[in-house]
């Protein structure tokens, strides 16, 4: 019996809960006002581009937030982004514009 495979290392069984978890993922990163910074942080290296989407969607809404918790999220969620190949010109953007130094510091040292 022959299985198929996705990228030639994971079997297409697996590939089910894998969707369920970024979808379940996604989902959190939209609704949690306030996620936990180890999720942001790690979920730019599951290296699917709906993450990409909802990491950008969270320095977008935290970004400009006068708090320490929004601040620490944005700046989780610049070095999610930056764990893709090729993030987006808008994260830099948005970090240079940022009320918290590291952030704007952080950004600065991309460019």
Do not use: C, K
């Amino acid at each position: 019996m022959r299985r198929e495979r996705f990228a030639g290392s994971v079997p297409s069984a697996y590939l089910q809960p894998w969707e369920e978890v970024i979808v379940r993922l996604v989902g959190y990163l939209e609704t949690a006002p306030f996620p936990q910074p180890l999720v942001v942080a790690n979920f730019g290296q599951t290296g699917d581009p709906r993450a990409e989407s909802a990491l950008l969607d969270l320095l977008r809404r935290t970004v400009l937030l006068d708090d320490t918790q929004a601040s620490h999220l944005a700046y989780q969620a610049i070095v999610a982004l930056t764990d893709f190949h090729d993030p987006p010109e808008e994260v830099f953007e948005l970090a240079r514009s940022a009320l918290s130094a590291e952030v704007r510091e952080f950004a600065d040292a991309f460019a």
